[in-house]
């Protein structure tokens, strides 16, 4: 069982460059999260999908695009980089969504905005 | 949204016990208390969850008292591989309440 696993582990793009963060789970979890941690700070979420082909919007999504592709992956699309966009994105999954749910997060990617 | 308010950090001695305290006076009827644990380089990872009065794990223990507006997380014996950061979250309704704050920074010194 490996988990929550995302890729790339690190990125470095110039400002206005697009890529995307690939996340993939094996639990057959129903929803999938979408946070970034700036340095010093705690996780913020930007994108959630409580289930397959659902996704909502969290705290900070402007900026990002995400896709629900099927129940094992979502993933998180910056369409033009901005410096401030320097930060690590961690996913993470749980089973329900629900109140009592336990989120299990992947090791997360140090992306670098020029 | 119920809002959490922790210390920013706190220090401890290898083999003391750590209470780390959490405010969340607005905590609604349905809402759970879950406490993470994050490393450095490393996503966090579940310690505990409650709802009222004690909860024990293998790892930690959870103190909610009777109007839930803040509950404390109980560490007994720290080792240096405690430090970390222990961030306090209250599920509220909707994904959109779920936010981790800037958590407690423990350190445990030898």
């Known amino acids: 069982n490996a988990g929550v696993t995302q890729t790339p582990k690190f990125q470095v793009l110039k400002t206005g460059q697009s890529m995307t963060l690939q996340c993939a789970q094996d639990m057959n979890h129903n929803s999938m999260y979408w946070y970034r941690q700036d340095p010093g700070m705690g996780l913020r979420l930007i994108y959630y999908s409580a289930s397959e082909g659902t996704t909502d919007k969290g705290e900070v999504p402007n900026g990002y695009n995400v896709s629900r592709l099927n129940k094992r992956e979502f993933s998180l699309r910056l369409e033009s980089a901005a410096p401030s966009q320097t930060s690590v994105y961690f996913c993470?999954?749980?089973?329900?969504?629900?109140?009592?749910?336990?989120?299990?997060f992947g090791p997360g990617t140090r992306l670098t905005v020029l | 949204l119920a809002k959490t308010t922790q210390p920013i950090s706190m220090d401890s001695y290898e083999g003391q016990e750590v209470n780390i305290t959490c405010s969340h006076n607005?905590?609604?009827?349905?809402?759970?208390i879950t406490w993470y644990q994050q490393f450095p380089s490393q996503g966090p990872r579940f310690i505990i969850q409650?709802?009222?009065t004690k909860v024990t794990n293998e790892v930690a223990s959870l103190f909610i008292p009777a109007d839930r507006k803040s509950s404390t997380l109980s560490l007994p014996r720290v080792s240096l591989s405690d430090t970390a950061v222990y961030y306090c979250l209250v599920y509220g309704t909707g994904r959109r309440a779920l936010t981790f704050g800037s958590g407690t920074r423990l350190q445990v010194q030898p």
């Open positions: 607005n905590i609604a009827t349905n809402d759970y």
């Open positions: 409650g709802y009222k």
């Open positions: 993470a999954s749980s089973e329900s969504g629900g109140n009592t749910d336990t989120q299990y």
